[in-house]
């Protein structure tokens, strides 16, 4: 039996946000209708981390894949999701645990992030549009510059004013000072691309800033429960279990 693929999201006190999550994870299971596919969660929604992992190895497996759903290699990636495993090696010692890399940088997003923003009723031929391709923000540079690099591929593929990266937090530039750049290159009309998974605050934050300085701008959703999302996910899972043994149950305790 395939070990589990635990799916672990930042978490959020939004319903909305892991209401996506599980969607997303439902396009999982539509892909892979094999595989045992489990949500968690590192802060603010359950279950966390910890206890979904107990639950597998007290379902009887001894291994199990964690697919953290980030974007990027930020302080989440980094520091929280190893904790949270080591913190369950340390009380299931027999558990063994595979974490694969996140979910970005990867054209998979790219894809989903374009198509989304399509819908939302922007045109690649537009000059008079300008795009903010919008993220999180993290004190981690390298984490913003996936951010940037997208806009400045999208910049040279389009028609556009301009497309320039803004942040919700603790990066700049934040969405004022994009739009004005945005507006001395030309723009007449503003759109949002959504660089983020789910809806949630940081997400509502960019919404209102953009609400608040562009008239009628056009707003993109979340990649969300995107195929191409889920299809990453499932390539993240084998890439890693291809590098393990292949994993068995633990014998029954009779």
């Known amino acids: 039996m395939a070990a589990p693929l635990v799916a672990v999201a930042h978490g959020s006190r939004d319903p909305r946000s892991a209401a996506t999550i599980h969607a997303l994870l439902d396009v999982v299971r539509e892909l892979r209708p094999d595989l045992d596919v489990r949500a968690a969660f590192l802060d ?3 279950p966390r ?12 497996h001894d291994t199990a894949v964690v697919v953290p759903l980030l974007l990027g290699r930020a302080f989440h990636a980094r520091v929280d999701v190893p904790a949270a495993v080591a913190e369950t ?7 063994q645990v595979q974490v694969t890399d996140v979910l970005g940088p990867d054209p998979r997003l790219e894809a989903a992030a374009w198509r989304r ?9 537009d000059p008079n549009l300008g795009v903010l391709v919008a993220g999180a923000g ?42 004005e750049r945005l507006r001395a290159r030309g723009a007449r009309r503003i759109a949002v691309a959504s660089w983020f998974l ?9 919404t209102d ?41 633990l014998p029954a305790v009779l």
């Open 89 to 95: 090696q340390r009380r299931h010692p027999l558990l």
């Open 209 to 249: 800033l953009t609400h608040d300085h562009a008239q009628n701008p056009l707003i993109a959703t979340p990649m969300a429960n995107a195929h191409e999302v889920a299809d990453l996910i499932l390539t993240r899972y084998t890439e890693t279990l291809a590098t393990t043994q292949t994993p068995h149950r």
């Open 198 to 206: 789910a809806p949630g605050r940081l997400p509502d934050r960019i």
């Open 117 to 125: 923003l399509l819908e939302a009723g922007a045109d690649p031929d």
């Open 138 to 179: 993290s004190s981690h540079a390298p984490a913003n510059q996936l951010v940037a690099d997208v806009a400045e591929r999208w910049q040279a593929k389009t028609a556009w004013a301009g497309a320039a990266a803004t942040f919700a937090s603790a990066a700049e530039p934040a969405v004022p000072a994009a739009i």
């Open 44 to 46: 603010l929604s359950a």
């Open 49 to 60: 981390l910890g206890d979904v992992l107990s639950a597998v190895h007290g379902d009887g």
